[in-house]
């Protein structure tokens, strides 16, 4: 943006020449470029962001080793061995 606003000020100031509006024309284009590519990889992103949510939240972790438990109602941790249901209490 800051090339596009010296090129006009050069073409304005300036002698007629090309070199100001070639890089007002080229400094539109990456600024179009940029503007798509910032939309593109921010979609992206929040994407991966909201998936790691989602499976942050879907599986349970151990209270003893910390490791992430599979997606299987476990009374037992396969890693550590530790109790994960509360014993029943008589």
Same mark, same amino acid.
Request: glycine share 4%.
């Given at each position: 943006?800051?090339? %596009?606003? %010296?090129?006009?000020?050069?073409?304005?100031?300036?002698?007629?020449?090309?070199?100001?509006? &070639?890089?007002?024309?080229?400094? &539109?284009?990456? &600024?179009?470029? /940029?503007?798509?590519?910032?939309?593109?990889?921010?979609? #992206?992103?929040?994407?991966?962001? #909201? #998936?790691?949510?989602?499976?942050?939240?879907?599986?349970?972790? +151990?209270? #003893?080793?910390?490791? /992430?438990?599979? /997606?299987?109602?476990?009374?037992? +941790?396969?890693? +550590?061995?530790? &109790?994960? %249901?509360?014993?029943?209490?008589?």
């Amino acid at each position: 943006m800051l090339l %596009i606003v %010296i090129s006009i000020f050069m073409i304005v100031l300036l002698p007629p020449s090309p070199i100001p509006i &070639a890089v007002v024309i080229m400094s &539109a284009f990456l &600024a179009v470029l /940029q503007n798509s590519l910032v939309r593109h990889y921010g979609g #992206e992103k929040k994407r991966l962001i #909201e #998936e790691l949510a989602n499976f942050a939240f879907e599986n349970s972790m +151990c209270p #003893e080793c910390g490791k /992430q438990m599979p /997606q299987r109602n476990l009374t037992v +941790c396969p890693f +550590c061995g530790s &109790a994960l %249901i509360p014993p029943r209490e008589l």
